[in-house]
């Protein structure tokens, strides 16, 4: 039972490395999607209404939306690979106690 905790261990230790990425990933993806909204607002907040203005502003709001799905994508990747470490703990958890169960029966004999 100890090999199977000490084989999850190494597993989690693969999935949060798995998990950093895709949070890094997320984080920069939202942090591009805000740079997409922002310049959006401020283009609105100029007021301009030339049909070049208008057509860069509906530009920006297309590039907006698209932004926010890949940040939301991201993050739902996140999202799966956290749910992963969630459930490699478990499993650990339920080898450790196997193995310290197996450990105290040795110990009586």
């Given at each position: ?13 693969v999935?949060?490395n ?14 591009l ?8 607002v ?5 007021g ?29 990747r996140?999202e ?18 196997k ?11």
């Open positions: 039972m100890s090999k199977d905790a000490l084989r999850e261990i190494e597993k989690l230790r999935r949060l798995g998990l950093e990425k895709a949070e890094d990933q997320a984080r920069i993806s939202f942090e999607c805000l740079d997409k909204w922002q310049r959006l401020e283009g609105l907040n100029r301009e209404v030339s049909a070049v203005s208008q057509e860069v502003l509906l530009g920006l709001r297309i590039e907006a939306y698209e932004a926010l799905g890949d940040a939301l994508e991201k993050q739902s996140r799966h690979e956290g749910s992963h470490v969630a459930e490699g703990l478990g499993l650990l958890l339920l080898y450790v106690e193995a310290f169960q197996d450990h105290l029966q040795r110990s009586r004999v």
